[in-house]
């Protein structure tokens, strides 16, 4: 639905106050988003971009050569974003790979737990809040790890409560009104903490935590409709 109807609100939010750096365009406002809580002017009415998107996306743009690589990038991403879907696979320097269990829209229907690819097949990978969803997620980083070519990067967002030292986690709790009241939506089964850096370099990766909002000027931060102080958590096979 979201294919047919986003062209029709994108035009009659048309405007100067956000621009969505994704595809260049400028609305009056964005719509709002959340689980729950909403959050105002979150939602690109073009690309479908949430806050996290635009911020990586301006992250690859100005601080990796993922758009300008002469060397072609072999690129694996778990369940796709429609807001990077046709971009990423209209890029001549990329051999680009979806991948998800579920999704209509994915090229390899495969569990995170058990990819079907050989080991440091990939030079970039993306896995933007999947792991959250994960019972297991220390064997889906394991296999991250496992298929990134050693000198590649992932780039692997999670919802993530920074006031929490450790992350928080209960396999006990199983119903959906409580998953959502707990870890903040039905299907997630934990809250990742500040620790989650940590439980991405016990399986190996070398991990930045760049909180790249510092380096975007603060009424950039406003117009592109970005959240302060966010953290990219950008990971590296040595």
């Keep these: 639905m979201s294919y047919w109807v986003r062209p029709i609100i994108a035009f009659y939010l048309k405007g100067n106050n956000f621009t969505d750096p994704i595809d260049g365009k400028s609305f009056r406002k964005m719509l709002p988003y959340g689980y729950g809580k909403q959050r105002e002017n979150a939602l690109s009415p073009s690309t479908l971009s949430l806050e996290r998107h635009r911020l990586m996306w301006l992250f690859l743009k100005d601080e990796t050569d993922f758009f300008t690589s002469t060397k072609k990038l072999k690129t694996l991403h778990i369940a796709p974003e429609q807001c990077f879907l046709s971009l990423f696979k209209k890029q001549q320097n990329l051999e680009y790979i979806t991948s998800d269990l579920e999704s209509p829209i994915a090229d390899v229907k495969a569990d995170i737990c ?23 997620d220390k064997k889906a980083m394991q296999e991250l ?23 928080f986690e209960d396999n006990s709790i199983t119903d959906k009104k409580e998953r959502a009241k707990i870890f903040g939506q039905y299907d997630h089964v934990r809250v990742y903490g500040k620790d989650y850096f940590d439980r991405l370099r016990k399986v190996g990766f070398k991990v930045d935590e760049i909180d790249y909002t510092k380096k975007i000027a603060p009424e950039k931060i406003e117009r592109f409709c970005l959240m302060k102080g966010e953290i990219l958590p950008v990971c590296y096979k040595n």
Excluded: A, W
């Excluded at 058990?114 to 297991?136: A, G, Q, R, T, Y």
């Excluded at 990134?148 to 450790?166: E, H, M, N, T």
């Design 114 to 136: 058990n990819l079907p690819f050989d080991d440091n097949s990939f030079d970039v990978i993306f896995c933007n809040h999947v792991l959250e969803h994960i019972p297991d």
């Design 145 to 167: 790890y496992r298929v990134l070519k050693k000198g590649g990067f992932g780039i692997f967002q999670v919802p993530q409560d920074l006031s929490r030292d450790i992350t």
